[in-house]
């Protein structure tokens, strides 16, 4: 590595230094009691999947270059020179996780390896190692952001495709999905493809909502790339798309991630305040039926139903009561993982995994505690109201013989108010968006 | 007191407790010149409540209740050597100023059987705990993760009770000679009354003295600065609505 690297390097860590940064490089023990709490580590017993490890490589740059007991004692830490072997373990390190955030759970010091990891991922990228296929996926968010006006024609023609689709669902020749509705109360970020369209269609529709759906797919890849740049440009066109159509609220679909983006980070990084309220879409169902602006038929599904809390929906944004809430109105018996809610596993797919082939084999290995988990209830369905862990989940189905149907949250509860089995997919016959989404 | 004793159990603790306190306040001080990101990076659930949120704050800072699921012999021991420490200091204040009352009621005797029972309970608890840590760093993961730093630490600590357990149960020297030591501290004149400076234990207790030293002027500096670091970071835990 020459200086020129190396300035780049530690520029980065400067630059992206914080008090809470700070706090978490100074006062790890290294204790170790995040390891058990990692499904990575737990399942493969390496320790560049622990926690604190993983943390670790990201401290021992800042002792050499940053501190002064590292400057004099460098052996004392183990302080690093940041070199190409350092970059490659980073690499594996901190592409893997999954960002759940359990570790933060069970660390005394409520240590926040992600964080962490964000300059890990800063760096790779200043080195020009960011992850391959999410630098792709997070380009191409960004140009359609762009270009918008070339997807357009192509993307009102599919909508209409949907549109038939949602009419014969609920029988209303006269129901439609309204795209770039000025005056509508909210905006509908949905995931491509319909299966991400339709149910909350159903669910909107039947409450009479004065809604809009976005140009834009909610998914962030930016966030997963770690570039907070490309990251608040692509969460940036639904908000300047909300701001134009004056929308009070922008619902966002099942996907753990992009709300977490749209909640809690696109403020500070923007540096803008947000004009209108950002809802989940696990809220807004739980909402409609208290308000009683739905109604869910009677005859609950009998089956084992399980839900699996995904992390992005309940341990980092708190939605532990509203999916409960709504699937105990459609399932008379739902089960509850061991452990679930806030010590709830994680998929293994999260963080983009998902989207990598790279990881394919590593997040089925590293799902296992999922498998044995959902297994354990007998469920023959699974809700989660995430796509990283239905595709993950989906995938360790068919690995592990688990033998259940997974599906999403405004799946049963559109299933329902359409009077289908509510583990019927959406996906059938349906035309998918032509870009290539999670 | 000879010039050795005078360096080491003298003029290097008003050094050691100098650089502890602005090592502290240095510390801080670098923390806060740090500017904080607005994300919020807490966890869920959350209190309500501000008294809530104090309560869940002070949970997690001094029970982290949590580690119970996932280590429960470490959670024990970092408990013990925790409220170990916590204890041995309240002890050491003894030697500031007896605790009458107590005393009093207990009488000269029973004073000092109560100091040799309780005392002694706490400085083979914490050499266990000590023992604990220590040991459990040689093994895999825990190894491939440790620093020197860590190593270097624990092995402190081991050599300081192992000092002052040596002081407590082989010491053959009263409280008040030791006491008699701190009072010169205190006004400081360093000197050995006659008992100590006379006994084959004054080595022990230099040691004991120095290697406390070196710990306390470490301690701001090390990964031990979680004894301020822990009350602000516990409370990022809680920061997310």
Known sequence: MNKTELKTITGVLEQGMNRQLLYYLDVCTRCSICKDACHQYVSTGDVLFLPAYRAELIRRVYKKYFTRSGLFLPSLYEARESDDRLLDELYRSTYACTGCRRCMYYCPFSIDTTWVLGVAKAMLIAAGKGAQILTELAGAAVSKGENIDLFKDIMLDLNKETEKELQSLIGDSKATIPIEKEGADILYAALAGVHSILPPSVIFHKAGLNWTLSLFESANYGYFLGDVEKGRIIAKRIVDEAKRL??????ISECGHAYRVMQYLYETWAKEELSFGVTAMVEIIARLIEEGSIEIPSGKERKIVTYHDPCQVGRNAGFYEEPRYVLNQVASNLRELNPSREKNWCCGGGGGLVAQPEFDEFRIKTGERKAEQIKQTRAGLVVSPCENCRLQITALNEKYDMGVKVTGLSDVVANQLIGRDIATSFEAGQTEEPEDED | MNWLSFLLAGVLVYVAVAVFLVGTVFRVYYWLKVPRSSIRLGIFPQANSQRGRFLQWARDTFLFLQVLDVDRPMWLFVILLHIGGLAAFVGHLRLIQEFTPLATA???????????????????????????????????????????????????????????????????????????????????????????????TRWVLVTHVTLSNLLLIYLPFSKLVHYIGTYAVNLVRSEAR
């Open chain 1, 246 to 251: 004056g929308v009070k609220e922008v619902v």
């Open chain 2, 106 to 200: 207990l009488g000269k005797e029973g004073m000092g059987q109560f100091s040799l029972i309780s005392g002694g309970i706490v400085g083979i608890v914490l050499l266990v705990s000590v023992i604990y840590l220590l040991s459990r760093r040689f093994k895999s993961p825990y190894r491939d993760l440790s620093t020197p730093e860590d190593y270097f630490l624990l092995i402190l600590i081991f050599m300081v009770l192992l000092m002052g357990n040596h002081l407590r149960f082989f010491g053959h020297v009263e409280v008040e000679a030791y006491r008699a030591y701190v009072h010169s501290l205190l006004t400081f004149s360093p000197e050995f009354p006659v008992e100590l400076a006379e006994s084959g």
